[in-house]
């Protein structure tokens, strides 16, 4: 299963977007506001553009990095963010705070970001999703 951006947030134990309200639970932690920062012009909320990925020690039995270098550029769009334990943390990228960017739990996938807007580097983590399934 391969959850995007929302359908990633959907897959933790809550969120307190429009309310507190329970997530699947599939990855544990919650989904919480992103921290506004009215003194910054460079951390607007939503968050959209593109960041970086730092890829974790956890990437290592995760089949979307496989073939995505560390520090690759990808796109994001988000109020909210999903706050992944350490265990599930498979990347993450850096907007004013940390982000989860890749979540996962033995079959089960997300990505904060768009793959299919993210260019080269997300059409081979969708790839590399379907080789696995």
Known sequence: MLGICLGMQLLFEYSQEFGYHRGLGLIKGGV???AANEKSVDFR???MGWNKLVI???SAGCPLLQNVADGSFVYFVHSYKACAGKDNLVAYTE????ISAVVQ?????????HPEKSEE????ILRSFFKSV
């Open 32 to 34: 919480i506001k992103l």
């Open 45 to 47: 909320i939503p968050h």
């Open 56 to 58: 974790t020690p956890n």
């Open 95 to 98: 907007y004013g705070e940390i």
């Open 105 to 113: 739990n033995k079959a089960v996938y997300g990505t904060q970001f």
């Open 121 to 124: 580097v997300g059409l081979e």
